[in-house]
């Protein structure tokens, strides 16, 4: 084969064994300091609302700022990796939103944090298109769903540490240490993700046995699209198979975003937790978010096997049995005692990572490869509009009705995703096209 007719790189001779692996590791280490960035103002907040002497309402408006930015920004986000690359994209992302957390350290009002946390959202909204595009980029199709359970960790396991973490560094060096800490740990993986990555074809570390065996089962040559932003986004709208995942994306989020944000409030609030008991006890719902991730990554492949579904059937049936689980919310509303409730909001973390898992394959087994970030920012941006939503709506009703808000508020993100479910099986369901799934 002729290098320079291909544009291959021309590999080493030797490289490392299983490279699409180690690159899922470098990428879980990124989403990961993603999401302790993100979940540090959550852990924080009862002390912060007493700093700042905020009220529940003006919590919420310091996460909505985030969520708005989220929203608009995925997309945007997407659409920028697709054109420029995942290497250079991911890395200013990155970069940006340690910054923006650094400085959270000197923040003097809910309105100063609200700012802040407009743009930490408009940079840190890369890390969901970044997922699908690692997967696309390195990964064979028959690989895929198992290593987006994979990457889902990344996004679960950083909401997991983030309270020991968050919570020991303000104990020992103060409140600040929360913000810059991770901050500075998001600026020092960055550096290493701009000077490790690369695509498969470009790779000089990868072994030429692995490159060959993973372009084999490829579509085609991962091309950068010379779309623009807004044709690109057009397609995707006039596309009804698009509505089968985000809609389901949309009554999905707010429960994901309770986690993060709501959830030690409630636990503080109704169920008297001090910020040292939120610690040892608001990592577990990403716990079995993890567990829900990779559970999803290798029960699909087998569901498709054992009924002969295609790929988008199993994952649909996956992405359902998660929205059955995430019934154990409205349980949670109603729990008298406190460790049964956060088991059943444990639970809840579970469910719905089966269905956000499921959700990107879906996206990958959907669009074509040149648009799959966009896609999947798109699909985003649906579920960071009910994310924007909802936290108004639980800040405003936890405001006025307090415990009894919370109830409601759980009954209600214990139901959405069935709607979701049904949805997507309305949608997407194929009913007689030919070619069931392969096995992995």
């Not at 103002?41 to 007493?50: H, Q, T, W």
């Not at 987006?148 to 103060?174: E, R």
């Not at 990958?364 to 941006?381: C, D, H, I, K, Y």
């Not at 009894?404 to 997407?428: E, K, Y």
């Amino acid at each position: 084969m002729n290098m320079q007719k291909t544009g291959l790189v021309r590999p080493v001779k030797t490289g490392f064994r299983n490279m699409r692996w180690l690159i899922i590791v470098l990428f879980i280490s990124g989403v990961t300091l993603n999401y302790i960035t993100r979940n540090s103002l959550g852990i924080m907040a009862p002390e912060l609302k007493s700093m700042f002497n905020m009220t529940n309402e003006q919590y919420g408006y310091i996460t909505t700022a985030f969520q708005v930015a989220y929203t608009l920004a995925q997309p945007v986000c997407g659409w920028l990796i697709d054109v420029i690359g995942l290497k250079i994209g991911f890395a200013v992302c990155a970069i940006l939103w340690s910054v923006t957390c650094i400085f959270h350290s000197g923040a003097s009002s809910w309105l100063h944090l609200a700012v802040l946390r407009f743009f930490m959202g408009s940079t840190e909204a890369a890390a969901a298109p970044a997922n699908t595009k690692v997967m696309t980029e390195w990964f064979p199709k028959k690989e895929r769903t198992i290593a987006n359970g994979w990457g889902g960790v990344g996004f679960s396991l950083g909401g997991m540490l983030a309270p020991p973490l968050i919570y020991g560094l303000h104990s020992v060096f103060g409140w600040q240490a929360a913000f810059v800490v991770p901050g500075i740990l998001g600026i020092v993986w960055a550096v290493v993700w701009f000077k490790v990555y690369a695509p498969p074809r470009e790779s000089r570390l990868i072994n030429p046995v692995e490159r060959d065996y993973i372009i084999a089962d490829q579509d085609a040559p991962l091309a950068k699209t010379n779309i623009s932003l807004w044709s690109s986004l057009g397609r995707l709208l006039r596309q009804r198979r698009f509505y089968g995942i985000g809609l389901p994306a949309f009554l999905s989020e707010p429960a994901w975003q309770a986690l993060g944000f709501w959830v030690p409030l409630y636990m503080a609030q109704v169920h008297g937790f001090k910020l040292k008991d939120i610690a040892m006890f608001a990592w577990l719902p990403f716990l079995m978010a993890d567990l829900g991730s990779l559970l999803g990554g290798y029960l699909t492949p087998r569901i498709g096997r054992w009924f002969n579904l295609t790929r988008i059937n199993a994952a649909i049936v996956t992405s359902t049995s998660g929205a059955c689980i995430m019934v154990s919310l409205v349980a949670a509303a109603f729990a008298q005692n406190p460790y049964v409730a956060v088991l059943l909001i444990s639970l809840g973390g579970l469910g719905h990572q089966l269905v956000s898992s499921m959700l990107g394959v879906l996206v990958m087994e959907t669009t074509p490869v040149e648009q799959v970030a966009t896609a999947n920012g798109l699909r985003g941006s649906f579920a960071w509009i009910a994310a924007a939503i909802s936290t108004l709506v639980i800040g405003s009703v936890t405001t006025v009705y307090g415990a009894t808000g919370f109830t409601w508020v759980f009954v209600c993100l214990g139901l959405f995703d069935l709607v979701g479910a049904a949805i997507m099986i309305g949608v997407l369901w194929e009913r007689r096209l030919p070619g069931a799934m392969q096995p992995a």
